[in-house]
């Protein structure tokens, strides 16, 4: 896989970005929307388990530190009612899977690739440059 210069990972490639065995399938400027900084905010704070909640601080505290996020902006806005509009004519629900819809949004405001390791997550949205990364649950035990 080319490597793009700049890109917006989701969230799910945030969190397992420590695991992802070729960072070759990484853009050599990764970047993250306000939303997916949104999301990991709430990890932390349904987690049941303290490990679990200590491990997800931890994650949020790093993408903090590490990043500097796209905003949700008008653009993006005016993008998610595509994004939406081409989810409802594939016969998805937008709300089901809203902060994904919403990082769609910014990656095609910003005219961004989106990378991830859930590309089926992002299936059916119109224009978007998605750029599906190996799940690294797929090799585990290889």
Not at 60 to 67: C, I, N, T, Y
Not at 105 to 110: E, K, R, S, T
Request: with cysteine; hydrophobic share 45%; net charge negative.
């Amino acid at each position: 896989m080319s490597t793009s210069d700049r890109g917006i990972l989701d969230t799910s490639t945030v969190v397992l970005l420590e695991r992802i065995g070729d960072p070759r399938s990484l853009p050599r400027k990764p970047l993250i929307t306000a939303v997916t900084l949104a999301e990991l905010s709430v990890g932390p704070l349904v987690a049941t388990e303290p490990a679990e909640r200590a491990t997800r601080q931890l994650r949020l505290q790093q993408a903090e530190a590490d990043f500097d996020p796209l905003p949700f902006d008008a653009a993006a806005a005016r993008a998610f009612a595509r994004v939406a509009a081409s989810l409802h004519r594939a016969g998805r629900k937008t709300g089901a899977r809203s902060y994904d819809a919403m990082i769609a949004a910014v990656a095609l405001a910003n005219d961004l690739p989106l990378f991830t390791c859930n590309p089926a997550d992002f299936e059916h949205i119109d224009g978007l440059d998605l750029r599906s990364i190996p799940h690294p649950d797929q090799f585990s035990g290889t």
